[in-house]
């Protein structure tokens, strides 16, 4: 096709490569909208995939944490304007099907995890063009005083760790526990003070992160290197244990030492991808007689999500430009790939910029 545009994009080429390579600018359809991408990042997600432990088609491109300003509309797309800044989260329900009029917009179309397609079962965002579907459920504008970089995490690392939060059903007073303080564990703990938690516990094995964790509310740090995380938990609630437990890393050990520092009736909110098998220890799950809670939430997509997570913004409740560690250019993103997946350089987040 002779003349037709092409862009940059990090295409996953096999497992342990996501490279640059050159991509034709996508096609807009009616529905959808064409999105110049300004900033972007990586997720533990995509590490998943590049590593393959997740799979995804070859020559996708990855990402979907979109920040951008709109290059071109669907014909049937209304109430936006070419040029205006927006975002869209990292899952695009479309707003109309089953599971979306059921409220269950992230499983949209009725299949498991329906609702992620970007960088998922559709090409995604760390390129310099993003083609967003079903644009009209899925486009949020971003108010002029908030910046690219204070709205980056809104797409899905703000939207997953307060949703792990929402799902758990933290009440005023409750006690938490949150194990892993990357940025997911970071904004749960963020959403967990939001939510009206009164006494926090955040878990993890790096003092960078358990200080930034401190910053953002937590009100005990437990350094697992250091000490055993559930007997330090048991001791400070007097054996009782805490109200909510947060599992946001993927690991039969975090999941494990969640329900292990659970009161009997408390809710396991998880919100770790996990690869391989997970298995339910019989004491601390009590048999399956414990009326423990054990909840999934994939991260809540759409523009009224978006809307409200960037309220939160907007009203100062949450600062969360501190995950910001890291500033790529996109043709560099390799090497932005190299310091995520290694976790080197005390890294929380990278933001990615065409």
């Not at 990292?90 to 970007?118: E, F, N, V, Y």
Request: aromatic share 4%.
């Amino acid at each position: 096709m002779s003349g037709q545009r092409t862009m940059k994009a990090a295409v996953f080429v096999e497992p342990g490569r996501i490279v640059l390579e050159e991509k034709p600018v996508p096609q807009v359809g009616p529905l959808d909208a064409l999105l110049k991408v300004t900033t972007t990042t990586i997720c533990g997600t995509d590490v998943h995939i590049l590593k393959g432990e997740y799979p995804v088609a070859r020559n996708l491109t990855v990402g979907h944490e979109p920040v951008g300003v709109i290059a071109e509309l669907g014909a049937a797309v209304r109430g936006y304007e070419v040029g205006q800044r927006v975002i869209a989260g990292a899952i695009t329900p479309c707003g109309q099907c089953h599971s979306c009029l059921d409220g269950i917009r992230s499983q949209c179309g009725g299949k498991p995890m329906g609702g992620w397609r970007l960088g998922n079962t559709i090409d995604g965002c760390q390129a310099e063009y993003v083609l967003i579907p079903d644009a009209a459920a899925n486009l949020a504008p971003i108010p002029d005083h908030l910046s690219d970089e204070q709205v980056l995490m809104c797409p899905d690392i703000m939207s997953t760790g307060f949703g792990g939060a929402e799902s758990g059903r933290i009440r005023i007073g409750d006690s938490v526990a949150i194990f892993a303080q990357g940025p997911i564990g970071l904004c749960a703990t963020v959403g967990a003070r939001l939510s009206g938690a009164t006494r926090i516990f955040a878990v993890d094995g790096l003092p960078e992160r358990l200080a930034t964790a401190r910053q953002l509310g937590a009100d005990v740090v437990i350094n697992y290197q250091d000490e055993d995380p559930v007997e330090a938990i048991l001791e400070a609630t007097d054996g009782r244990g805490v109200d909510v437990a947060v599992e946001a890393l993927g690991t039969q050990q975090t999941f494990e030492s969640c329900l292990r520092v659970l009161r009997p009736g408390g809710t396991l909110s998880s919100l770790g991808v996990y690869s391989g098998k997970l298995t339910l220890p019989l004491d601390a799950f009590a048999a399956g007689l414990g009326d423990h809670t054990v909840v999934t939430t994939l991260c809540p997509g759409g523009k009224e999500r978006m809307r409200r997570l960037m309220n939160v913004l907007a009203s100062a409740r949450a600062d969360l430009q501190p995950l910001v560690t890291h500033r790529f250019p996109l043709d560099r993103i390799e090497e932005a790939y190299d310091l995520f997946a290694n976790q080197r350089d005390g890294v929380l987040k990278v933001a990615v910029t065409p």
